[in-house]
């Protein structure tokens, strides 16, 4: 083979697109007979990948984006009862844009021959296109091998019961988790009866139709999930290429931000002492009502604990709006809080997390456990606290506590939806707990993070699994030769 393109399609959220941008790049130079296409799916859902591309056009000849067309989003009412189906079937109304650019480099005699379509979770549904045009499919697997072990067993449980979970259901036994895993944590779309669980399903019926799975995760980190896949004897090969993080902070800059709040954040850190400051931040779509953000506020005030705080706040229309003036907060949270706060604590909008993770100042971190975040997280050193929020998060969570010992339990369960609000006390606990100096949870970060950079080191488990898949890329290239 002298040279072969791959063409991806991530989906438009920040977490997903920046690790697939990410991988790519990573794939272009560990071997230079690669380029990578990129398909841009253009959403009004999250905006932010515009931005991260632009940065990206003149940092790299072999990384290259396609503009796909516009298209009209599903009814909005879908959104209201499940985003999960929204998604898939906006995704889905894509693919003959999709098929037409990937028809149109084949043909272009001055394109490198085409040796696949790497497809992002919510982009399964493409696999038909790859079909059609005689190219393998890989799946980009931006969460970790945990999830993906729920994903294989669906099918099955489908076909046995057919029907959504439900939280009286029992314990199930999954080959990926060391110990049985309550119903309450799955993803709160395996219980959505209007379109939710079936969208998980559909999506879970085609895991098994691609040619390999990319996992973003370290053998090291999850060797009991890793060993499952390879012991069925029906899953495609699965290759752990993780972390996979932006380390450079290419993808960092917040959209609209001219560098002032990035800025300002950094210079604040620079001044607290080394490990005094526990840092609380709930990803792009993380916000919450007022009464929790007292508690927030109560217990952080309690802990003592230097803080920096990225705090969205939802308009009236629902949407993430721009920071909150002193005002604003001043009647939001506890009278006086803002006052007493003075040097002891820093309240954003937003946060460049991997930098700030990667602040000597920096000492804990209570996090929504997504998993770009765990693995940033880890990579830094610095233990966590968990709360979290949407989709697989929960199941995160649970492992880091229950089965990793990589992470301090907060919440495991909580459903912003069901009204739960977290109190004072218990913020308060976690805090001090994920500061302590000396605990074993922050040991067995710091060792984790040291085995996350060797993972990616030549000889490291993960540059192994890439060079195995860049193999497997080569030999099922439909126009391979043996150069």
Known sequence: MKRAELVMVPTPGHGHYISAVEFARRLIRADDRFSVTILHLRSSLDPHP???????LLSDTHLHFIDLPSVDPPPSHLLQKSMEQYIVLFYESFIPHVKDAIT????NPDSPT???LVLDFFCLPMI???TDLGLPSYLFLTSGAGFLGLMLYLPTRHTQI???FEDSDPDLELPSFVHPVPVRILPAALSNRHGGYAAYVKLAQRFRDVNGIVVNTITELEPYAIESFADDGQTPPVYTVGPVLDIGFVGQAHPGSDGVDRDK???????????????????SWGSFGEAQLREIALGLEGSGQRFLWALRLRGPDGKLGEAPDRTTLAEILPEGFLDRMGEMGMICVWAPQMEVLAHKSIGG??????WNSILESLWNGIPMATWPMHAEQQLNALRLVKELGLAMELRLDYRQKRGDVVMAGEIEGAVRGVMEAESMVRKKVKEMGEISRRALMDGGSSSISLGRLINDIIINHPHSTSQ
């Open 50 to 56: 515009d931005i991260f591309k632009k940065s990206l």
């Open 104 to 107: 149109h480099l084949i043909s």
């Open 114 to 116: 085409l040796a696949g």
């Open 128 to 130: 038909d296109v790859a």
């Open 162 to 164: 057919g029907t959504e």
């Open 265 to 283: 954040i950094m210079e604040w850190l620079d001044a607290q002492p080394e490990a005094s400051v526990v840092f609380l931040c709930f990803g």
């Open 365 to 370: 971190f209570v996090s929504h456990c997504g």
